[in-house]
């Protein structure tokens, strides 16, 4: 429940929070040694620091996970958290290419464990993956041969996975100098795009429409993907950016109502700490006056004592025949 509760704020662009439920979850894996979720957790939370580009954090909690990894006895849980792995080394080979022969080694040991256990779900994923880090290292020869199996799991696919699919065939055909075969399939990147319609998508499709178009030596249609992706990407740009600002003003005036908070809680504090004061000044007030009304009666006393002890002197002294 906690890491459900962490993906949802991971998906709401809440990472503190998802951090938390994280962390919580670990907890509550830690009392009952529970291997399986511990795994996934960490690579969440490793994931978190993936996107916020801290790669040093993000290690540390990927090393957690792959120790974890080891003692996981479920298959399914097992590829889903080699699957996850893979993932977090694919991010990291985006900016390093040091990072590309594990999200191989992992990519692979998750593809084995599904050809024995059946479990299919994220094979095409993890196909693109291997694809990805083989373009990575310009084997366009093993690219495609890894692009060709992962159409195997097309029952497993989403829409908008199935037009990665066509894209990473269409990358890995204009690698291989196949230009014919590139803009093929790239045809059929246009046919899903115009499904989804997706401004993302548009903006991938047209870049290539330029690339591949520039490299097949037709000008013209190159000319208006590249007019085409320019638009889009100016388009998308602009979003971002009032997204980015609306995100920032968002950012300040929480600032500010938790600053406002805090100032009122501080007058609140400062207003009880003097009521506090108050009644310890009024307590000891009544204290100080009830030691004096003591003490003054403890002096009266006494004088009436004295008064006493006096008066029985003379009445004694009367008695006394000597005395006259």
């Known amino acids: 429940v906690l890491c459900g509760l962490g993906l949802n704020e991971y998906r709401r662009n809440n990472n503190n929070k998802a951090f938390e439920y994280y962390l919580s979850a670990i907890d509550k894996y830690n009392q009952v040694m529970s291997s399986d979720g511990k795994a996934l957790a960490y690579c969440r939370i490793s994931a978190l620091f993936t996107n ?109 996975e199935i037009l990665i699919n066509y894209i990473e065939f269409s990358d890995c055909y204009a690698m291989l100098g196949n230009n014919k075969m590139a803009l093929l399939y790239l045809d059929s990147v246009k046919t899903v795009v115009q499904n989804l ?58 600032a500010e109502n938790e600053r406002k908070i805090e100032d009122l809680n501080k007058k609140n504090e400062i207003a009880s700490l003097n009521v506090k004061f108050l009644i310890v000044g009024i307590l000891a007030t009544i204290l100080i006056i009830i030691v004096i009304v003591f003490f003054y009666r403890q002096s009266v006393l006494k004088n009436k004592f004295k008064v006493l002890e006096t008066e029985q002197r003379l009445n004694r002294a009367r008695m006394d025949p000597h005395f006259f």
């Open 197 to 254: 319609n997706d401004p993302y998508y548009w903006m991938v499709f047209y870049e290539r429409q330029y690339n591949y178009n520039k490299s097949a030596g037709n000008i013209k249609v190159a000319l208006e993907g590249f007019e085409k992706f320019k638009s889009v990407q100016d388009s998308l740009y602009n979003i971002e950016k009032n997204s980015a600002l609306n995100e920032l003003e968002q950012k300040y005036n929480k």
């Open 52 to 160: 916020e580009k801290q790669n040093k954090d993000a290690l540390g909690y990927l090393y957690k996970a792959i120790a974890e990894l080891k003692k996981i006895k479920d298959a399914g849980i097992k590829i889903q958290t080699l699957s996850a792995i893979t993932g977090i080394y694919q991010q990291l080979a985006a900016k390093s290419n040091v990072y590309i022969d594990s999200t191989l080694s992992y990519a692979k040991q998750a593809l084995d464990l599904m050809s024995q256990f059946g479990y299919f779900a994220r094979g095409n994923q993890l196909c693109l993956s291997v694809t990805k880090a083989y373009r990575s290292k310009h084997d366009s020869i093993n690219a495609l041969l890894y692009c060709q199996k992962a159409t195997k799991f097309r029952n497993y696919l989403l829409p908008n």
